[in-house]
């Protein structure tokens, strides 16, 4: 038989009723248990999460019952909770390792299973591999174990609990909140009907700052879009900021590992100008030193502001699976990739929006400026930076002679610029004598082939793109 649970950048995902069914993800936890047992964290029990979408919790439980029959404490929340939420119980409870139910930001269709290792990150490659087998091997031998979830909770195997208290006490160790939130702020929090839904209220109220959330309640359809945190998704963010006169919009994806922001005008800030001020404010704001870990998709910026500071940059594949083990390596106060996920030292070596919205909504106050004027500062330290990514669906069968095409014809110059390197860690990245780059990829999430482009000039971006567009022959 095929293999069914394949892992792509950050878990397993699939159409719900088609291969995301009951029996898989049943398969998939038994593969799970097996996997913590041969690694040694077997004593340490899993902790075990879920996001809103369409029976998450029922999906949470079926993971939760299996994992009991293998003899294995489970601690399950009581509730939807943001991906990072869960990776972070992970070391709260000393615990093996964590399972999350969540397709991110995939359309409503879709569900998914994210497993978190013992150090509250993306599982590495490694890991990925060895779970993959693990459940292939289940599912041929057809050995998965099953106890009803009462049954797992009379004996002691299946504790639900809240992971928030100790999430909310562990980010208000990463930055000064209490100055956020007497900073008299109108914030719009814009969650997706996802699992960040009132976490940004919780964090802020009691103070001068207001929290005016929308789109807060559950609804597995999201409401039309999917819970991706870039326009159109949040263009009623962008709407609302204006309409109500806020300082700022923070948009989370399905799980909360991926950021939306919004500035005071409702322009929608891209997710490179996002990695460009997290540098910023941890270098030069919170005096911070390390390297600092990037997708080659990401921005060029940090580069360039790394190099002011001192600091090194490492780049990495697509992927948080690659940029979170290179984190926990290289001890680094950064890790970020193109979209939109990012995680900080003395955290977890994983993605965390909540983090990273209030860390970009900490800079605006104490540099004491609106978020338009800080990234106009952004520019002059870092040098402009215009970026743009096309989608494209392909035909599978017509992939390897894309690669061929793009193997066998370098370009020498594009746009005019010579090319100075070819990066190949993860597609093709172009890069420029002008730091200008170009990057074409297939997704490891999608069918999709997926052309990028950051540069100085903003009339660059389409000129670039459609280069990248003839040079795969679409």
């Known amino acids: 038989m095929s293999r069914i649970v394949q892992f792509g950048t950050d878990g397993w995902r ?3 009723a088609e291969d995301y069914t009951y029996a898989n993800v049943r398969d998939a936890a038994q593969g799970t248990a097996e996997y913590v047992r041969e690694s040694g964290q077997a004593a340490n029990g899993v902790v075990v999460g879920y996001d809103t979408r369409y029976v998450s919790e029922f999906f949470a439980a079926a993971v939760a019952e299996v994992l009991a029959a293998n003899d294995l404490k489970v601690y399950l929340t009581n509730t939807a909770v943001p991906t990072p939420t869960v990776s972070y119980s992970v070391l709260d409870k ?18 998914g299973y994210k497993y978190k290792p013992e150090y509250a990150g993306s599982a590495s ?7 993959e087998a693990i459940i292939e091997d289940v599912q041929k031998a057809g050995r998965t174990r099953r106890m009803p979830i009462e049954q797992a909770r009379k004996q002691g195997l299946v504790e639900e609990f809240d992971p928030k208290p100790a999430y909310f006490a562990q980010v208000r160790k990463l930055l000064d909140v209490d100055g956020i939130r007497d900073a008299g702020l109108n914030i719009v929090a814009d969650p997706i009907h996802g699992a960040g839904r009132g976490i940004f209220s919780e964090l802020l109220t009691g103070g001068k700052t207001k929290v005016n959330e929308i789109r807060g309640e559950r609804n597995p359809y999201f409401g039309g879009v999917n819970p991706e945190p870039i326009l159109p998704n949040v263009q009623l963010c962008c709407d609302t900021v204006v309409a109500t006169g806020a300082h700022i919009g923070l948009c989370t994806d399905g799980d909360s590992d991926r950021i939306g922001i919004v500035d005071e005008r409702g322009g929608f800030v891209d997710q490179l100008q996002v990695m460009g001020l997290l540098t910023l404010y941890l270098l030069e704001v919170r005096g911070w ?18 190099q002011q500071y001192g600091v090194e940059v490492i780049e990495t594949p697509v992927g948080f699976k690659f940029v979170g083990p290179e984190m926990i390596a290289h001890k680094a106060i950064l890790g970020g ?3 939109g996920g990012f995680g900080f030292a003395n955290h977890i070596p994983e993605r965390d929006a909540i983090v990273a919205g209030l860390f970009v909504t900490d800079l605006t106050v104490k540099m004491g400026k609106p978020l338009t004027e800080v990234i106009r500062y952004l520019n002059e330290k870092a040098g402009p930076s215009h970026y743009h990514r096309d989608d494209y669906h392909f035909d599978p069968a017509q992939r390897d002679t894309i690669m061929k095409r793009l193997e066998e014809n370098p370009p020498k110059e594009l746009d005019g610029t010579p090319v100075v390197s070819i ?22 999430t999608e069918p999709l082939l997926r052309i990028y482009t950051e540069t100085n000039d903003p009339d660059r971006v389409p000129r670039m793109l459609a280069l990248g567009k003839q040079m795969v022959g679409l």
């Open 125 to 131: 490659p490694e890991v990925v591999d060895r779970l």
């Open 337 to 339: 990739e193109e979209s």
């Open 14 to 16: 699939a159409i719900v």
């Open 94 to 111: 000393h615990a093996g390792g964590a399972v999350v139910i969540t397709s991110s930001h995939n359309p409503w269709t879709y569900n």
């Open 423 to 444: 990066n190949r860690a993860d597609g093709f990245k172009y890069n420029l004598a002008d730091h200008t780059w170009l990057m074409i990829r297939f997704s490891g």
């Open 289 to 306: 030193r390390g390297p600092i870990i990037k997708s080659v998709t990401t921005t060029s910026m940090t580069n360039r502001l790394a």
